[in-house]
């Protein structure tokens, strides 16, 4: 068995994406006959993920798979929780709160009925700043006006982020779309994104050659890993942005899909199996699936992974720490 640490390595051989077989004819009877993947809002990549996740999982088992549109991770949580959903999709940010019980949404109750599956893509904290503000690190932030993304989640995260680093500013928060123009209008001094790269905000704002992107030095990294323990390291590579010449060294959390741990072993083995088997398909659905690989397992520090998932990855060559593979 290969060591957890050999994933930030080469480790997936032609079998592992291999085209998948043909459907199931007759599925076990222990089965459920149908099988709901909690999504997010129309717009976003969690709805094209998990439809195309969907018709995958239903050509390869044999039952049926519906993506559903929800409010987002939180919501998927839920449904989770009470049996609606079987599947989610999730950010591991949200995931921890979740977990610990420690979000709003959780009137205080640990959410533990989701078992980690497979990751889906990075959401990396990425900052730019306007050149007229005089910023070039996160410091120069301090007591500057910062968009910190829409209310929720990603304006919750990257505050969070600021208080670990000691740092205070004046927030504004909205939608990305707005926010560019506020900061266009010289309103807003700098934005910070938490969704996939390339974000089109900043995409939107890096053209205007009026924004330059800020940095985190590699002890602001490890403060924030420390402190936040949904973070890892990420890199945005060179060549994101039409700016950005070399590497963007930052955190961010992965989403996760997750499960019900109601949910039959064998199950999980089968919807592993075959979505690594078509991780193609994925791919063309939505270019963030590029990330859906097993080397990124480890951005999971805290959420036990299914016994049918381990089964899998154990059959494939890849270790899953012992405090995650055994469960809660």
């Not at 005089?134 to 500057?144: E, L, N, R, V």
Request: glycine letters at 8%.
């Amino acid at each position: 068995m290969r060591p957890f640490s050999a994933l930030l390595t080469a480790i997936f051989s032609a079998s592992l994406f291999a085209t998948s077989g043909q459907s199931q004819a007759a599925p076990p009877p222990h089965w459920p006959t149908s099988v709901t993947i909690g999504t997010a809002s129309p717009g976003g990549v969690f709805v094209l993920y998990g439809q195309a996740m969907a018709q995958i999982l239903t050509e390869a088992l044999g039952i049926t798979v519906t993506a559903q549109v929800t409010q987002g991770s939180g919501q998927n949580i839920l449904l989770i929780e009470s049996g609606t959903a079987q599947l989610g999709l999730v950010s591991t940010d949200v995931a921890l709160d979740g977990w610990n019980g420690t979000g709003a949404w959780t009137h205080d109750k640990k959410l533990r009925s989701m078992r980690a599956l497979f990751p889906m893509y990075d959401s990396p904290l990425e900052v730019v700043a306007l050149k007229s503000s005089g910023i070039h690190s996160f410091p120069d932030m301090a007591g500057k006006r910062i968009a910190g993304g829409p209310p929720g989640s990603a304006a919750q995260i990257v505050t969070k982020a600021f208080d670990v680093l000691g740092l205070q500013a004046t927030w504004r928060n909205g939608a990305y779309d707005a926010l560019s123009k506020q900061m266009q209008s010289g309103a807003i001094d700098a934005l910070v994104s938490t969704i996939a790269a390339p974000a089109p905000v900043l995409t939107e704002l890096d053209r205007t050659g009026d924004v330059v992107f800020v940095p985190l030095s590699a002890d602001e990294i490890a403060k924030l890993c420390a402190g936040l323990p949904q973070f890892s390291p990420s890199v945005v590579p060179a060549g994101t942005y039409p700016s950005m010449t070399t590497d963007y060294m930052t955190v961010g959390w992965f989403n996760f899909v997750v499960a019900s741990k109601d949910v039959p072993d064998d199950l999980v083995y089968a919807i592993s199996k075959a979505f690594y088997a078509n991780h193609d398909r994925m791919v063309k659905a939505h270019v963030s699936a590029k990330e859906s690989v097993a080397k990124n397992l480890n951005r999971n520090t805290f959420l036990p992974f299914h016994p049918g998932a381990v089964r899998y990855y154990r059959e494939v060559g890849i270790a899953i720490p012992d405090n995650l593979a055994k469960g809660e």
